[in-house]
Each structure stands twice: as C-alpha cells, then as structure tokens.
DNA sequence: ATGAAAGCGCTAACAC
DNA sequence: GTGTTAGCGCTTTCAT
C-alpha cells in the first residue's frame, strides 16, 4: 500500500491530526514541528489522498461541466475559459458531453452530483424540463455558461444575442438591403428561436420590411449542410441579396456555395454572422461578424461559481458581457 | 444532510450491506428484498456517494486526461475519441490542459495521481525527463495519446508521422517538384523534430534531393505566425515550387499568404499538409493532406487504457493506425 | 501547540 | 440470503 498521514505521523513522532495541519498550512503548528513533518513526507513520499480528503471534508475541489460537444469550436473554447479560472482557484474539472440529448444531461447531473463535485457548469441549446428540475434540487451552485434560459431561474453568463442579432441585421439594412436570409441551426435551439430568430425579426420590422418564412432558412448545424442549403437557396422565388448566418461554420458553407456558384461576396451577397472560431479571419474574403467572447464567457461562469462556492455575496449573476461587430470584407 | 444507505437500510429493515447489493447489482439478494430496498431507495431519494465508494473499494471510475491545450481542435477532437469510450465503459473524465509546460504536466500528474484516479491519458509533443520519470512511478496505468515516446516506454496510440511525411514529399516529389519547403511548428517538439523532419528529409535524400536548411522554416504554431512567415520564404534567394506543411493550420496560413499575394494554389506553388481539422475542406482550394485519424486515437487509447484498469491481457501496447492522403485541389 | 477520537459513507470480508 | 464489523485515509472537534 502507500504511504498515509498515519505512516507520517510516526515517522515524525506526532499525531495524524499535526500531519493534516501542516499538510493543510495550519498555522497552529511550532516552526520546528514542521520542518520534521514536512522533512519526514518528503523522506517517505507522502502524497495526501484527495478521496479520503473529500469524504472528510465534503469538498472534492473538483467542478462539474456538462456541454453538447468538446469538439465544437464554440464550446472548446468556452472550456478554455473555464479551464484557466479553474486553474486559478485550484479546481478540477470533470468534462462530459451531452451531445444536447435531455436524457443524456440528466444522467450526468446525476451522476456528477453523485461524484460530489463543488459547482457545476452547465451548457446546452435549451434547458429541457428535466434538466431544470434536477438542477433545482441540485445540491451544490450551477451556473449556466453561454447557455440561454428562458426563466431565468439560474446563474447565467452570456451576451445579448437578440441585440447583436438586430444589430447585425440592422448593419445590412443600412447598407440597403431589404432581401435578407436568416440561415440558423435547429430552431429547436432557444437560442436561435428566442434570441436571434427575434433580434433579426425586429430589426426587419423595424425597418418596416415584411419578414418571409421562405427567407429563414434551418439546417442542421454542420458546414455541409450550410453548404448545400445554398442550392436551395439559389432555387428562391425572389432573389436574396444579404445573409444573416447564426454561426461562423455555417456562413463558410453559404461563403463556398455562392463561391463555387461563380458569385462573389460581397458584390453579389453581403454576409453577417457570429464568429465563434478563426474561420471568418482564415477565409476569403474575410467575414464580418458579431464577435462573441467565448473564452470570456468561460472565465466569466467560473470566476462566478467560484465565489457561489464560497458563499461570497454576488452583485449580479446574471450577466451580458458586450459583444462587438468585428468589420471585415464580406460587408461592404 | 443527505439521504445516506444507512438510512435506507433502516427504512427497509435490512442491513446497509443488503442494500450495498443491491446498489451494486448483486444477485445474492432475494427478489423481494431487492424490490423493498428499491422502493426505499426510490422513496428517501437516496443517491450513492461516489467518494465514499471510491475510498472504500479505491476505484473511483475517473480517468485523468492531460493535454496542451483543449482550445486546439487537435486536442478537442482526440478528446472527443476519449470521452465516447469513457462513456461507454462508464468512467468520468477529469480534463486539464498543460500548455506543453513541463512543470505543469507534472504537477497534473501529481495532482490527479492524488485524486486516485483509475488511469491516465496523457497527450504532449513531448516527454519531458521529470514527467518520464513521474509517469514511470505511476500508481495506475498510463497511455500516450497522439504523443511521440522516443523511448518507446509507455503504451502509446499514433500514427507513423515520419512514414506520413514521407509519402506527402515523396508526392510532391513525383510531380517534379525539388525545392520543397517544410514549414513546421517549433523543433522542440519530438514529432516534428523526430518523425515529420525525418520523413521530409528521407524522401528528399531517396530522391537524391539536396536538404537544404534554409528550407525548413520554423515558426510557432499558429495562423498568423504562418501567415507572416510567407514574406520570408518569399524573399529566399532560390524560390521553392512546392510546401510540405506540419499542420492544417500552418498551412492555411501559407495558403493566405501565397493567395493575398496574388499567387495560386496549385499553379504557382503546390502544397500538401497534415489534416486535424475541417479547415482543409474548407478553404478554396481545399488541400491535399494526410488524414490524421484524431478521433479514432483517442477512442482506441481509451480502449487500450480500460483494458489495461482490468488488467486484461493486450496484445500490443504500441500501435500505429493507418493515415490516408487525402487528394484534393492543392496538388495537381 | 499538540493529541485522541469520532466520524465521513461506503465496500468487503467473514460469519451465520 | 443477510447481518456484523472492520476498515478506506483523512478532517475536525474537543481536550489538554
């Protein structure tokens, strides 16, 4: 077996509960007591076991996360941000995906809140009845990262996607058009049906141009996908002359359809979308955005659960951080 | 406090070991019984603790996952390989990124080491002396995944990259190129250092090809550090025909450079690169490249990993799986 | 400043 | 088929 606290403890001639306290950074300790302590841990190679830690202490400094899909660029780089603050305050992180299926978040809720980790991190497409239901009862702090929730009941971390997406749109507009397709993931997704779905609406009516259902276009969320829409798209009774896409990977698909198609951005089309990766810089031309700050994001949600889990008063936990249109050449 | 199994057993009127049976699925409890203590278990709400279970059988099904940085879609890919597998065989992922940083690898294994977790996937570009030596003395079993063991002393899933280089140039070679830029990450990493500049440098000697230093252009490994680096191999005394490139993104940055200065793919310069992530597909022209199967060396690693926590018999603890050139629009 | 002792919630012999 | 009991390795009162 390994060497415990107890095997320390006689080695140096002092009790277990004198090991922990150096170990822990007690101060109640004699200087000298604990250059022999930490002298014998050394010698025998004592390394605390943080299992044994967690069930006396009830604390497992050890985070949850639950997102769709760690290959996702958005939610890599949501990680990222998590990661780092983590780091920081000296949390682990137990990452798992849910692929978006409700089932599949509520198993590991579950199954976390079982592990007795401190906090959990959660992100989806929509917050399913289920899932709210088991994060209600959830025995430790939850914070929503990039993650829409429409009753506002829990901790929450995003930006104003509704506004970004009415800005955005608005943008087009401006520089005169009034033929705009709204290219979106799954309208399943709250976020695109409450949030930018709306936003784009807005904008639109704003300006007093009628909104047409043939001109909001729902594809899977792949670049393929995006890609093909475009045939359908060209196929259009009357002829767009503006894209606003949900996402970075979907725009490119459109991008290369109306590209292979012998057209050009931005003479042909102008296009708009949230960037959530560094394809809208890698391409050509390079496309104008609603730059969302992703790892910030990150950063933001676990600085945020960090003082939840310390019980520290927190002014405001639900929090927009600002986005910003990110000028490129797919606009005019 | 929470429901514990003490509690249910009182309520069911059997002992907490009945109930630990049941728990685990033991047959050697009568139906009945397992119906009762069900039925308390569903009644009180009552929910395992992982810790507790975990200090008393010293099994915590978690895995501990280190790699440089999940934001790189290299990592998320291969972690995404990792994560499916764990699900399937029911282990929890502690994820935690080390930016290549020696001293912080290490510190990641001491600190999941510490954690008990059941076993280690550990990714890097190299294996530094103290994680060489700190993963020797590992408690429980380790694999490389997608990393370079010059040493060839831990179980290790790859590819063969020097193999993989060597038939990319050897290509390029066939289309009558002789000056062929390699354009690499940072030489202080094992993979390229040892496997991809040894296979450039193979195939260029088969060709009885001169290698010349002032063709191997180091940079660091991200997009506009490639992207700047054009201008320097635009200046090269003797103007090379053909780009060998270590990684995806590396390589769109040469292709932007090349493109933005009003040169072509595959007319002026052909190029061939490695593939980790969509980008290849994604860029006009899309590139030719050696299909890296990322997320299939991390399921397999994972595999390989559960075998190894079961102590089951493996035939090979060192695999290569096979890559593929993947031709597209970059090479004529 | 230090020690003794009682758990934390569970598993795993072992006994019946 | 079920119960008893002794840990697992630590933290945390409570004394001293």
């Known amino acids: 077996m390994s060497v415990t606290i107890y095997d320390v403890a006689r080695e140096a001639n002092v009790s277990m509960a004198t090991v922990s306290r150096v170990v822990n950074g007690n101060p109640n300790v004699k200087p000298s007591t604990r250059r022999k302590v930490l002298d014998c841990i050394e010698r025998l190679g004592y390394r605390p076991n943080a299992v044994a830690r967690g069930l006396a ?3 497992t400094t050890t985070v949850g996360v ?17 990661a780092d603050i983590a780091t920081m305050y000296e949390y682990n992180i137990i990452l798992s995906n849910s692929d978006e299926r409700p089932e599949r978040e509520l198993e590991l809720l579950i199954d976390l809140f079982g592990k007795q980790v401190d906090g959990l991190i959660f992100m989806s497409d929509s917050v ?4 709210r239901e088991e994060m209600s009862k959830a025995p430790v702090p939850v914070v929503l990262a990039g993650t829409v929730d429409g009753e ?36 399943t997704r709250d976020i695109n049906r409450l949030h930018k779905k709306i936003g784009y609406e807005r904008a639109l ?59 050009s951005v931005p003479n042909d089309y102008e296009l708009i979308c949230f ?31 960090t003082k939840l889990m310390n019980e520290e008063e927190v002014a405001e936990d639900k929090v927009l951080l600002p986005h910003r249109i990110e000028e490129r050449d797919s606009v005019k």
Chains 1, 2 share one sequence.
Do not use: C
């Open 57 to 59: 202490s009830k604390k």
């Open 66 to 82: 639950i997102m769709p899909d760690i290959s996702k660029s958005f939610y890599a780089e949501l990680q990222r941000g998590i």
């Open 128 to 131: 399913s009845e289920e899932v």
């Open 152 to 187: 506002q009941q829990f901790s929450t971390i995003n930006i104003d996607y509704e506004q970004a997406a009415y800005e955005a749109v608005q943008k087009l507009i401006a520089n005169g058009h009034e033929r705009i397709v709204f290219v979106t993931g799954p309208m």
């Open 205 to 263: 009516r704003d300006a007093s141009i009628e909104v047409r259902e043939d001109f909001i276009i729902e594809v899977q969320d792949n670049y393929d996908n995006a890609y093909s829409a475009w045939k359908e798209i060209e196929q259009l009774p009357e002829k767009p002359t503006a894209f606003f896409v949900g996402n970075d990977l979907l725009a490119v698909g459109i991008l290369n359809g109306i590209r292979d198609a012998g057209l």
């Open 275 to 305: 960037e959530h990766s560094l394809l809208p810089r890698i391409v050509r031309p390079q496309l104008t955005t609603i730059a969302v700050p992703l790892y910030d994001i990150g950063a933001v949600s676990m600085r945020l659960l």
